[in-house]
C-alpha cells in the first residue's frame, strides 16, 4: 500500500503562481509514475500531468502546457506541481495519483490516490 497526502492548495489571485506538492508514504520502494488530477464543481476528474518513476518525461494535458511543471524527488518521495500563470479555471480539487507507468497514470488507469488539496483562483 502506499499513502498519498497533498498540501499547498488554497486562494491565490489570477496571475498569481502556487506549488502543491505530494508526500508518499508506505511501500515507496515500488516504482510508480505519478501524476496529477484535477475535478472542479460538477465536472468530471481530469488528467493534468504526469511523470516517471526517474523524474523524466513530463506530460502535461493541453490546457496546463507552458504554465504547469511536474518534478519529483524520488529521494525524498515527493512529486510537485508548479502552478504559474493561474487562471480562474484552474480552480479545483487537485489530487495526486500513483500508477504502474506513465502511459497508465496518463489514461486514468491509477493505483492509489491522495485525499485532494483545493486550489481557487479568483478573477
Known amino acids: 500500500q502506499v499513502q498519498l497526502r497533498e498540501s499547498g492548495g488554497r486562494l491565490v489571485q489570477a496571475g498569481g503562481s502556487l506549488r502543491l506538492s505530494c508526500a508518499a508514504s508506505?511501500?515507496?520502494?515500488?516504482?510508480?509514475?505519478m501524476g496529477w488530477f484535477r475535478q472542479a464543481p460538477g465536472k468530471e476528474r481530469e488528467f493534468v500531468a504526469a511523470i516517471t518513476w526517474s523524474g523524466d518525461s513530463p506530460y502535461y494535458a493541453d490546457s496546463v502546457k507552458g504554465r504547469f511543471t511536474i518534478s519529483r524527488d524520488s529521494a525524498k518521495n515527493t512529486v510537485r506541481l508548479q502552478m504559474n500563470g493561474l487562471k480562474p479555471e484552474d480552480t479545483a480539487v487537485y489530487y495526486c495519483?500513483?500508477?504502474?507507468?506513465?502511459?497508465?497514470?496518463?489514461?486514468?488507469?491509477?493505483?492509489?490516490w491522495g485525499q485532494g488539496t483545493q486550489v481557487t483562483v479568483s478573477s
Open positions: 495519483a500513483a500508477g504502474a507507468l506513465q502511459r497508465a497514470v496518463i489514461a486514468g488507469r491509477i493505483d492509489y
Open positions: 508506505g511501500r515507496t520502494e515500488t516504482p510508480y509514475a
